[in-house]
């Protein structure tokens, strides 16, 4: 009777060790085409970018001198000063403050959206191009008819349709960028799908689930890697747009698309309540594109075992 329990319990055992070796697999392929980057110029300046913009999103509520929706009715649209770094809004809010508190929102749905975006597409792409056939041509253009959307279009009807909150905003870019996501992890897996050791793997009898998540995807790490980095620096930007067309994260968040929005009224008279959460958003995507083109450099650069090892 025992035997009977461990065998019935024993495939789904199976799928989730197989789905945690892949994870684990992700993680330290994710982690050395990290390292290799900083071996490139563009991996040496995107990394601190970025590293700096995730440090002010865990820290930065903790590090501001005022809290973001503290007003100082008395000092309203104060120029930069050592009391107001970055001056002041037309509420009297320190914009520094809501700077340092904002990067936490802006970051997390962006990162929350590329990944759910990301883990989805690698998932239909993978399927869709090891399964192949009339199953491949059906994903596929359901794919290319999504992609037919221009982003932000597709965005807008999707936040429309659900309501906007942080979490349809995270479902709304993971929507966005599955059929990206699945055309290039798709044409990956067609690559990798036919060596030998994937052929190998068929003829042992192993599952599908088994040769896609052990033998293809971590061959498609470097791929997949940087795909993962450009999909983020165009989440940046999207839920920036949406909270400037005012669908984001809603008022008094300090969300930097909310207050480039708010700012519109005073881009003559107090230009810092705009250039400010600007300058934030645009070095933070100079930071994940700079990365990205390093990730992209390093693939070509030899790699050095000794180095790997320690």
Do not use: C
């Not at 190998?200 to 896609?212: S, T």
């Amino acid at each position: 009777m025992s035997d009977i329990l461990i065998t019935k319990s024993s495939p789904p055992q199976s799928a989730l060790l197989t789905v945690w070796g892949a994870l684990l697999a992700l993680g330290r392929g994710f982690g050395r085409q990290l390292w290799m980057a900083t071996r490139t110029p563009a991996g040496r300046i995107g990394l601190p970018l970025v590293a700096l913009h995730a440090i002010i999103a865990v820290f930065g509520p903790l590090l501001a001198p005022y809290l973001p929706t503290e007003f100082h009715l008395r000092d309203q649209l104060s120029s930069p000063s050592w009391q107001y770094w970055l001056g002041t809004d037309e509420y009297g809010r320190d914009i520094f403050s809501r700077l340092l508190s904002g990067a936490r929102s802006i970051i997390t749905v962006a990162a929350l959206g590329a990944s759910l975006g990301i883990a989805l597409g690698t998932f239909v792409g993978m399927s869709s191009g090891y399964k192949g056939g009339r199953t491949d041509e059906v994903v596929m253009r359901i794919m290319d008819g999504l992609m037919s959307f221009p982003a932000l279009l597709l965005a807008l009807l999707v936040l429309t349709t659900l309501g906007s909150n942080p979490q349809n905003i995270v479902l709304t870019i993971g929507v966005v960028f599955t059929p990206r996501v699945a055309r290039v992890m798709r044409s990956a897996t067609l690559s990798v799908k036919t060596l030998e050791f994937v052929q190998n793997a068929r003829l042992r009898g192993e599952p599908a689930a088994y040769i896609i998540f052990k033998e293809i995807l971590p061959n498609t790490i470097p791929v997949l890697t940087v795909e993962a980095s450009v999909r983020l620096s165009f989440a940046i930007l999207l839920a920036s747009s949406l909270g400037f067309l005012g669908l984001g994260v809603q008022p008094p968040s300090s969300d930097w698309g909310l207050m480039i929005s708010e700012s519109r009224r005073f881009m003559t008279t107090a230009p810092w309540i705009a250039l400010a959460p600007a300058a934030a958003v645009a070095t933070l995507v100079i930071g994940v594109n700079l990365l990205a083109e390093g990730i992209r450099q390093a693939q070509h650069l030899p790699l050095i075992e000794e180095d790997i090892s320690s």
